[in-house]
C-alpha cells in the first residue's frame, strides 16, 4: 500500500498544490509560501496524523483538534441528514470486504473491470514492488481468498461470516465489510507506519 498510496494519492495532490502555488516542479517554493491541508483524521486514529514531509504543506487535523471521534462524527453527520456518508477507500483496496467488492461489481460495472484488471496486472508485482525495489515474491491478489477477483467467493457466504452473524468470530466481520479504519490520501490504512516519502512519492 505504500508504493500505491505513493504514486497514486500523495504525488498528484503535491503536482496539483505546486500548479495552485505557481511553482510546478521542479521550480523552487519560496520558503513563506504554502497550503494549509485539512486531513479528516479522528481521534480513533491519532496515531495516523502526521506533519506533511514538505515545506508548502502544512497538515491540520481539525477532528483531532476538536476532539472527535469516528461516533462523533457519524451523529454530527445523522445530525445533518447524511449518515449513509461511506469510508473512503481506493477501488482497489485490499482491505475491502465482500460486500464492498459486491457493491462495485453491481454498481459500477466500469469500475468493476478496471478493479479485475488491476488485480490481474498485479499478480507478479514488478522490480519495483516495495519501497527497497525489491522484486515480489509468490504472488498477490486483491482478494484475502487469493483468487483472480473475477472468481473470488465474493457472494459465497463463508463459515466465518456465519460465525460472526452467531457471534463466534470477531474478525469474521471484516471478510463481509472490510477493515473499520477508512483512508485518506495522507493516512492509507495499509502503510499508517512506512517512511516518509520525498517530492516524488518515493521513500526517503
Not at 65 to 71: A, L
Not at 84 to 98: A, E, M, Q, V
Not at 103 to 110: E, L, V, Y
Request: neutral net charge; contains cysteine.
Amino acid at each position: 500500500m505504500q508504493r500505491s498510496t505513493g504514486e497514486y494519492k500523495i504525488k498528484p495532490i503535491k503536482k496539483k498544490v505546486r500548479e495552485l502555488l505557481g511553482y510546478p516542479h521542479p521550480q523552487r517554493i519560496p520558503k513563506d509560501v504554502y497550503v494549509e491541508q485539512w486531513v479528516g483524521i479522528s481521534t480513533d486514529e491519532f496515531h495516523r496524523a502526521k506533519d506533511a514531509d514538505v515545506r508548502y504543506m502544512k497538515n491540520v487535523h481539525p477532528l483531532i483538534e476538536m476532539g472527535w471521534s469516528r461516533s462523533d462524527c457519524i451523529r454530527y453527520l445523522t445530525s445533518r441528514g447524511v449518515a449513509d456518508t461511506p469510508k473512503s477507500s481506493c477501488l482497489g483496496c485490499p482491505f475491502h470486504g465482500n460486500a464492498q467488492w459486491r457493491h462495485i461489481r453491481d454498481t459500477s460495472p466500469a469500475e468493476w473491470q478496471d478493479v479485475v484488471a488491476f488485480d490481474a496486472a498485479i499478480r507478479k508485482g514488478n522490480a519495483r514492488a516495495n519501497a527497497a525495489g525489491n522484486k515480489l515474491l509468490g504472488q498477490a491478489f486483491l482478494h484475502r481468498s487469493r483468487m483472480p477477483l473475477s472468481e473470488a467467493p465474493i457472494d459465497h457466504v463463508t463459515a466465518a461470516e456465519r460465525a460472526a452473524l452467531q457471534g463466534e468470530l470477531a474478525d469474521a466481520e471484516e471478510l463481509e465489510h472490510g477493515v473499520v479504519d477508512g483512508c485518506s490520501p495522507w493516512a492509507c490504512r495499509g502503510d499508517a507506519d512506512a517512511p516518509m516519502q520525498d517530492d516524488f512519492g518515493l521513500a526517503s
